[in-house]
């Protein structure tokens, strides 16, 4: 049976051992999404996703997909279009100008094979409090003043929980990505968590791996050094690929 969660004061159980055959990787369903609960969720390895009209459910799938940082697949193709969007004047990568912004275009961005969105505007609210004390935050791509692209993901200790991805304008999500791995592995963060498989994310290099194993990884890099500054350094484009030097006119 699902455990119901009542208030903020009742703890989230930990998803070992826990699963349902008809909705699997459901660990807990009920309570809120304040700072201190989103926290304690990610914690133990388990996230938010549910629809309008439902109550906070909570989930932990087995297997969890990831995706190790130093086995991001540059592709020819990616490499050509960073270098193309590095030296194109006007287009910018930018950290954390936008928060709200890339959350809100996320939401309006349904998954593969699924209709609607999970982002729900409670999600979008809560997590962009969890922006504002320092937890959540974007990678986003400019084309001069129009924000083409982004990412927002959680970033606790030396892990990142990636989020969502949002797309208006050809790989505009891919450059997004890509800076988020080039800072990952300037930063030393070893994974970052997918939650669910995509085909997009296996042929970057993500794969699944035993909730066991993903749970295991987090004791061992949620407490493991300050949590890194996340601030835009078009140097950290060399951890790619030594030819990706990206230019004085990108912002921070």
């Known amino acids: 049976m699902i455990p119901w969660i009542d208030d903020d004061h009742t703890p989230l159980p930990t998803p070992e051992g826990r699963g349902d055959p008809e909705l699997p990787g ?40 990831v995706l190790p940082v130093e086995q991001f697949r ?15 004047p006007g287009c910018t990568v930018r950290i954390d100008s936008a928060f709200r912004r890339v959350s809100e275009a996320c939401a309006a961005t349904p998954r593969d094979g699924q209709e609607g969105t999970w982002i729900v505007p409670e999600i979008v609210d809560a997590y962009t409090a969890w922006h504002e004390a320092g937890f959540t935050h974007s ?9 083409v692209g982004g990412l927002y993901f959680v970033s606790i200790g030396r892990m990142v929980f990636g989020e969502s991805m949002f797309s208006h304008r050809t790989d505009a999500s ?11 592995r300037a930063r030393g963060v070893p994974w970052v968590d997918c939650q669910q498989h995509t085909a997009h994310l296996a042929s970057l290099g993500a794969r699944d791996v035993p909730r066991q194993d993903f749970v295991r990884h987090l004791a061992l890099t949620l407490g493991a050094g300050p949590v890194p500054e996340w601030t835009y ?20």
């Open 74 to 88: 540059l592709t020819r193709s990616l490499r050509k279009t960073l270098r193309r969007f590095l030296h194109t």
């Open 174 to 184: 891919k450059v997004a990505l890509a800076a988020l791995m080039a800072a990952c």
């Open 26 to 65: 459901l660990v807990a369903a009920g309570g809120t999404l304040s700072l201190a609960r989103l926290e304690e969720a990610y914690r133990k390895g388990l996230f938010p996703w549910y629809g309008p009209g439902q109550p906070v459910l909570w989930w932990s799938p087995d297997p969890r997909m």
């Open 233 to 252: 350094d078009a140097t950290h484009w060399a951890w790619l690929d030594p030819a990706l030097d990206g230019p004085a006119h990108e912002h921070a």
């Open 139 to 147: 990678v986003e791509t400019w084309v001069g003043d129009e924000l």
